[in-house]
């Protein structure tokens, strides 16, 4: 029950910061946010304010904003079609009736000949059997009405594409950028609270049972020299060590007042066919508000750098997409990680985050990465790409992104069921 409630939360939290991100950069740009969804598929909660509508639906595999203009709009009015108007105190056409215009009898119901939504905001067209031409002046916050539901209407200039392109760039980026921000934000929490690694190669706990334990380390020695070389880092301690498995190694470490001598045999340690030397000690942590914000962007720079250089292994071949975990593989994770306590949970939720927001910007089809190099290529054309043709492009790309989920999904049931 414990992983499912942590699943959730921290399944939420990435997916809503990072549409958060979209949202307040649609909204700073005067764009029509119709909707914030958290998951995909039915609606399982929803609650409209002012123009825009938040739902929580079915699936957990996502989200979304839904920026009028971003995609083709769904309602379009054509000739000769017959619709029902709606007034407002000012006469001006407050609601359009498309379909049931028998549940509104007090509507106008015209003929259309012209409609435009975008510019002019008008609608002209002929009562039933009349021969006059009459036009109407919309609302700029007129509503159609379809099945019941209201969908606002979006004039020109609250379209995401009526943006400069910076403003259009800007708003797509924010996504992952949010990603970004929280990963830092939670990385400095967990240095706040814990502490941050010591600059030098400072030990701070010594396993049972271990190479280090057995050869004479204490919590509190700093390794100084190692075969008589001198170190001033953890990552130049590690280093040596694992490369050294199964070779002795003479270590000077600092040990309060006075310098030991101590001699260590690394243990032998395959992982994924590699073979490491390890000899069991964690490095110090240090208390230290003022690194903590340091600590925080590197951290989330090596796992942005670690994420880039595997993605490129798997273009290269050199990772199988067996390798992918999709949602069953992270909730298998997610389970494993909760049972090593709040902060190592904390610190995977980092990782995630940092993950979600680089994936979102591969230059792939619907995408924010996709989404982002037509409006690059918009900027070296100087002229936009057909919507049309971009919206098959981003449908194409969104159903092949479903069938890859498919299929890691199918690949992380299979390793859950046969391992």
Known sequence: MNTIIAFIFMFGLLVFVHELGHFIFAKRAGMLVREFAIGFGPKVFSYRKSETLYTIRLLPLGGYVRVAGEDPEIIDLKAGQHIGLEFNNEGKVAKIIVNNKSKHPNAHVIEVERVDLDHQLLIEGYEI??????????????????????????????????????????????????NFILTIIIFALLGFMQGVPADNALIGDVQENSPAEEAGFVAGDEIVQIEG???????EFQQIVQRNPEQELEM???????????????????????VIGQIGVQIALEQSVWKAIPYSIEETYNWAQLIVVNLGKLVTGQFSIDMLSGPVGIYDATDRVVQTGFMNFLSWTAILSVNLGIINLLPLPALD????????????????????????????????????MLVVTWNDIQRLLFQ
């Open 252 to 274: 000077t470490v600092q040990r309060n007042d006075e310098q030991v001598q101590v001699n260590v045999i690394p243990r032998r340690i395959e992982t994924q066919d590699i």
């Open 129 to 178: 059997d009349e021969s006059e031409k009459l036009q109407f002046q919309v609302d700029r916050k007129a509503a159609f009405v379809m099945d019941e539901m209201e969908t606002q209407i979006a004039p020109f200039d609250r379209q995401f594409s009526s943006k400069t392109i910076p403003q259009r760039a800007m708003q797509l980026f924010a996504g992952p950028m949010m």
């Open 369 to 404: 990465g996709g989404r982002l190099l037509f409006v690059g290529l918009e900027a070296l054309r100087g002229k936009p790409i057909d919507p049309q043709k971009e919206g098959i492009v981003h449908f194409i790309g969104f159903a092949l992104l479903m069938l890859l």
């Open 229 to 235: 070389n001198p170190i001033s880092t953890w990552e």
